[in-house]
């Protein structure tokens, strides 16, 4: 359901949160610690910086860093621009004719499961991955 990329940049933004007074970070510095490819997680992290989850700064003591508070930012601001989760079908099987008038033989058993995910990842915050509420 996440991507690698996704994975990442949760991971990546959860480093961020921790990080004293919102200092900037370097990509390569956030790639170490959580063993990703630099080059791959600083064009995830531009991404999320022109979505406007993080803050982007060139030169010496640039990085990036948080464009708000970690108890603002949720699960879906994070994974969305990466792999467009709000535009994703309805339908498991990715069927654009099926709906509750016309559903495909997976239709009732999905919607129920897609709707707790939906629901998982707009309430989850950083914040809340840092205070332990989601295990790892």
Same mark, same amino acid.
């Given at each position: 359901m996440i991507?690698?990329?996704?994975?990442?940049a949760i991971k990546a933004v959860v480093i961020l949160a921790t990080q004293p007074d919102n200092q900037p970070m370097g990509?390569?510095?956030?790639?170490?610690e959580i063993r990703a490819p630099q080059n791959y997680l600083g064009k995830l992290l531009q991404q999320l910086a022109a979505a406007g989850i993080l803050n982007s700064a060139r030169g010496?003591?640039?990085? %990036?860093?948080?464009?708000?508070?970690a108890n603002k930012i949720t699960l879906l601001d994070v994974l969305d621009p990466l792999q467009h989760i709000s535009d994703k079908p309805?339908? %498991? %099987?990715?069927?654009?004719k099926c709906s509750d008038?016309?559903?495909c033989a997976f239709h009732e058993q999905w919607k129920p499961q897609r709707k707790r995910i939906a629901e998982l990842l707009t309430d989850t915050t950083i914040d809340d991955i840092l205070d332990g509420k989601i295990i790892e």
């Open positions: 991507s690698d990329s996704g994975r990442h990509a390569k510095a956030i790639a170490q010496h003591g640039g990085g %990036f860093s948080l464009a708000r508070k309805e339908c %498991f %099987f990715g069927w654009k008038s016309n559903p």
